[in-house]
């Protein structure tokens, strides 16, 4: 049975950081793109940010530089740290994964951030 977990979302001041993790099970998890997206109240679900099999990554314009994303394959999980936040980050934050065809999703994990 294929799962993602996140974790790790909260409420944080402005200028704060959070890292949240998302756990994979039931699938090769090493070959697989893993991204991170959001939404926030009244938007459309946005990337934030991917990393290949390959660990090639890439992020949203509006998180350059503030935001990495990793992967532990040992672990089949991919961390997003998320630093200097600010209150236009706060969204539910999902994890997918994605290979050709097949994507899986998180059931995300919210992510405040106070002014």
């Known amino acids: 049975q294929v799962q993602l977990v996140e974790s790790g979302g909260g409420l944080v001041q402005h200028g704060g950081s959070l890292r949240l993790s998302c756990a994979a099970s039931g699938f090769s998890f090493s070959v697989f793109t893993m991204r991170w997206y959001r939404q926030a109240p009244g938007k459309q679900r946005e990337l934030v940010a991917a990393i290949t099999s390959g660990e090639s990554t890439n992020f949203a314009d509006s998180v350059k530089g503030r935001f990495t994303i990793s992967r532990d394959n040992a672990k089949n999980t991919v961390y997003l740290q998320m630093n200097s936040l600010k209150p236009e980050d706060t969204a539910v934050y999902y994890c997918?994964?994605?290979?050709?065809?097949?994507?899986?999703w998180g059931q995300g994990t919210q992510v405040t951030v106070s002014s």
């Open positions: 997918n994964a994605q290979l050709l065809i097949r994507s899986y």
